[in-house]
């Protein structure tokens, strides 16, 4: 008999969000901040998992446990860290003894209608990261988080006005202006780690073109190097943005002219060759993009050695 799946529950509303956790009704139906920093709060046996979210997730987790390991190297940043999750990830409780002090803001998406905010959070890569890449923060760093949760969890204890909304979505905005400051920060006091995720990067993709694994697989896809390399898509675009100004895909696709270049100054193999040997199904596809990287056309880049 084939097992059945374990289908994530969606949560819907803040309102059933909270009567899940058993709290009291959320004071707006849109926006929650879960305060829990005065003592350990734990999911209840019966809360779903995994589940997923209609709203967007931001939690601070003061308890990390010694230092924070990265690849081979640990850094003493255990003042706590923020981790973000979109709507509509799944997400799971692997572990219901855990800690879970600290606070949560959960906003669902039509808070922030007609704001541009609305539009401008898609931007924030880092609500696409794994929990393992949450940012961790200092003393100082983690002081300024919580003066902003503060002043959002007063404004909804507030009598709601017209400003209300004004003053929380100016509180959110500034909330992810840090975290984006401080996770430059985090990918530059990580530099050594950082540059050594880099040189792993490039290793394994002069492997996957050198030994011809572009004939059977094509093209690798950020999503197939960020898993090899154990991170997420976004975490690694963001690191390669602030190492190299380019994202994942503009790196991958620059190793790729790279080797064409090569292929086409030191060997007698035709275009279409050399396409198919870099992943290309249609040598068509190969030109177009060599001419778009190099503002010639892969004929012309071979003729110019001639």
Not at 98 to 114: E, R, Y
């Amino acid at each position: 008999m084939k097992k059945e799946t374990n289908v994530p529950y969606k949560i819907e509303s803040l309102a059933e969000l909270h009567r899940l956790l058993g709290l009291p009704k959320p004071m707006h139906p849109l926006i929650s901040l879960v305060n829990n920093l005065d003592g350990p709060f734990r999911p209840n046996a019966s809360f779903p998992d995994p589940f997923i979210l209609s709203f967007y997730k931001i939690t601070y987790q003061p308890n990390l446990q010694g230092q924070v390991k990265y690849g081979q190297h640990s850094y003493d940043f255990d003042e706590g860290g923020l981790f973000f999750i979109a709507p509509n990830q799944v997400s799971g409780i692997k572990n219901k003894t855990v800690d879970f002090t600290g606070f949560t803001l959960f906003i669902h998406p039509d808070f922030l209608q007609p704001y541009p905010l609305a539009k401008t959070i898609k931007n924030y890569g880092f609500f696409s990261y794994a929990t393992r890449e949450m940012l961790h923060l200092s003393e100082q760093e983690k002081e300024t988080i919580l003066t902003i949760a503060h002043s959002i969890d007063q404004e909804l204890k507030s009598r709601i006005d017209t400003c209300s909304q004004d003053v929380i979505i100016a509180q959110i905005e500034l909330l992810l202006t840090y975290a984006n400051r401080f996770y430059k920060r985090q990918f530059i006091t990580r530099k050594a780690v950082n540059h050594e995720l880099l040189q792993k990067l490039d290793d394994l993709l002069e492997q996957h073109f050198e030994s011809q694994l572009s004939l059977p697989q094509g093209i690798p896809t950020v999503q197939q190097v960020a898993q090899r390399l154990n991170v997420s898509p976004s975490y690694l675009s963001d690191l390669l943005r602030l190492l190299t100004g380019q994202n994942a895909q503009q790196h991958i696709h620059q190793k790729l002219i790279d080797k064409a270049k090569e292929k086409l100054s030191t060997t007698r193999l035709t275009v279409s060759q050399i396409a198919y040997e870099l992943g290309f199904e249609h040598p068509q596809s190969f030109s177009a993009l060599f001419k778009e990287k190099t503002n010639l056309s892969p004929l012309a880049y071979r003729q110019s050695f001639n």
